[in-house]
């Protein structure tokens, strides 16, 4: 009985997630530097497709790849769930979108401030 | 000291909530409904062994097409908001004569020869795996975005080890949009010729787990590969070109 061979992995990579999750929003709250808000972000991005993942696995579950390893009669009971992973992948690639407008931004206030202190930016409050 | 204690009560209300969810889980010891009819009836239908491709090219096909969508509108983005106008160059001519200094000592410090013969040796190598990955991308892991992310880390290196080179815009343009359209066209033929927008099976689904089959699979990879590839690229090169270089 080893308590950390008892634990499901999918279990960890979930707590794990969440983890990422609470880390990239305190990021995101509490830092004033721009670049390090948007690491906040995509520490959270990564976080939400680690629970997606992880919610996807079903135990003993391999990749749902279907050949030589996985015959697909027995298919079935051998991969994990598709479609979360599908999900994540189409995830992956609006984070990566999002965060390369947000850093584009960043550029651009930077060079029209010489700032990436978001305090500074007031004028572009409501 | 006010928003301090309010963000601090505001994710201690998250981690309790998430503890909520964690406490309760339980793994999974067998597949949802949706997931058991994708693994059954995938491989018979759409001849594709990779399952998560065929969830994401056909079953889920127009998903992806508004991922590529998203994809285009962020690098259109990019470019409008990293583009170099009139102004912007007046504004380099403003800069403090030092800056000036240091950003040209910057801008033609070369990297060192073994980088730059290493890319010339590598980057067709390079370029070459992503194609591998995209075209298997419904036998194997992969498929067009991870081969077109790995189309652009090549690009990445190439402008990390000779800063200098051009990249044509022009050609970027014509290949995504060409890619883009007949992305839209193969779509559009599923419609007509099969069951549905961007049914796979326009096509002969050919021997299973052979390189040409699953239909329009591969032909589907083939250009979102190269969007992808492409417009990676060229936000890359929108991120370096921001201050040299002529439009």
Known sequence: MNILTDIPVSFIVLCSGLGLILIGLWGMLTQRNMIRMIIGFSLTDTGIHMVMVSIGYVTGGTAPIINDAVPMADAVNRVVDPVPSALVLTAIVIGLGVTAVMLAFAVRIYKARKTLNIDECTESRW | ?247
């Open chain 2, 1 to 247: 000291m006010i928003k301090r204690i309010f963000i601090f009560f505001m994710l201690t209300l998250m981690a309790m909530v998430f503890f909520n969810l964690a406490s309760n889980y339980t793994e999974n010891t067998s597949l949802s409904k949706l997931g058991r009819y994708y693994v059954e009836k995938g491989p018979q239908e759409l001849g594709a062994p990779n399952l998560v491709t065929a969830v994401v090219v056909t079953y889920r096909g127009l998903d992806t097409l508004g991922e590529v969508t998203v994809l285009f509108i962020s690098a259109a983005g990019v470019g409008l908001l990293l583009r170099r106008t009139r102004r912007n160059q007046d504004d380099d001519e403003g800069l403090e004569q030092g800056d000036r200094e240091e950003e040209t000592a910057i801008k033609h410090k070369p990297a060192s020869e073994i980088v730059e013969t290493a890319t010339e040796l590598l980057l067709p190598m390079v370029i070459l795996f992503g194609v591998y990955v995209f075209m298997n991308g419904h036998l194997s892991p992969g498929g067009g975005f991870q081969g077109g992310a790995i189309i652009a880390s090549g690009t990445m290196f190439l402008l990390l080890a000779l800063p200098e080179s051009h990249i044509s815009r022009l050609m970027i343009a014509i290949t995504e949009s060409m890619s883009g359209f007949s992305y839209v066209v193969v779509g559009v033929l599923g419609v007509v010729l099969a069951g549905g927008f961007l049914d796979n099976r326009i096509m002969d689904l050919g021997t299973y787990g052979s390189l040409f089959s699953a239909g329009a699979i591969p032909l589907i990879y083939l250009l979102v590969g190269l969007k992808v590839g492409f417009e990676l690229s060229a936000v890359l090169d929108r991120f370096r070109k921001e201050d040299t270089g002529p439009v």
